[in-house]
């Protein structure tokens, strides 16, 4: 299996900061990473695929970049709503794996 | 816009069988229909999948226990997993795999059930 390791864990910030989430793929996977926005009792919602392609509807402050093994996830100003967990995604072969998950969580 | 709900039966005895279906209001057979699940305050589990021609791809961790299927005429994707454990407590989503030039990616979500293993 692929393994998918997300850092930090968590992260505590305020509104208007930057905030970068990596993910390592334990091998490469091209860009076939996808990440999504958790908020608590919710289910997950697309953000970004292909490591790079912002999901239509998706504020534009969320970018992702990367190929290979290494990934970031960048908010560039955190807003009120953007408090929830962050899971990155290989579907480079099955079975499918995430990663461990990154609370943002309000400073 | 597909949707997805889930609906199962909340509490399965130990040793049981954990049975549960998906409506999906548009079940195009080009996609791939997928069971993803979420042990409370963890992270998230890729159970299995299936596409039209009925070809199903199970994670290895789950897959002598598990069946996944798709009744087309009833719009219902469902799962039946066997044998079940208190470590089978989760929360069951169900998605659409889509795909294209960049890989696959899952959306939209049902938004999730609740299964507790526990006598």
């Known amino acids: 299996d692929i393994e998918m390791t997300q850092s930090p864990s968590s992260v505590s910030a305020s509104v208007g900061d930057r905030v970068t989430i990596t993910c390592q793929a334990s091998q490469g996977i091209s860009s076939w990473l996808a990440w999504y926005q958790q908020r608590p009792g919710k289910a997950p919602k697309l953000l970004i695929y292909g490591a790079s392609n912002l999901h239509s509807g998706v504020p534009s402050r969320f970018s992702g970049s990367g190929s290979g093994t290494d990934f970031t996830l960048t908010i560039s100003s955190l807003q009120p709503e953007d408090f929830a967990t962050y899971y990155c995604q290989q579907a480079k072969s099955f079975p499918v794996t995430f990663g461990g998950g990154t609370k943002v969580e309000i400073k | 816009q597909v949707q997805l709900q889930e609906s199962g039966p909340g509490l399965v005895r130990p040793s049981g069988t954990l049975s549960l279906v998906c409506d999906v209001s548009k079940l195009s057979s080009t996609y791939y229909w997928v069971w993803i699940r979420q042990p409370p305050g963890k992270g998230l589990e890729w159970i299995g999948c299936i596409y039209q021609s009925g070809d199903t791809y199970y994670n290895p961790s789950l897959e002598s226990r598990l069946m996944i299927s798709v009744d087309r005429a009833k719009n219902l994707l469902s799962m039946q997993l066997n044998s079940v454990t208190a470590a089978d407590t989760a929360v069951y989503f169900c998605?659409?795999?889509?795909?294209?030039?960049?890989?696959?990616?899952?959306?939209?979500w049902g938004q999730g059930t609740l299964v507790t293993v526990s006598s």
């Open positions: 998605t659409r795999r889509d795909s294209g030039a960049y890989g696959d990616w899952f959306d939209p």
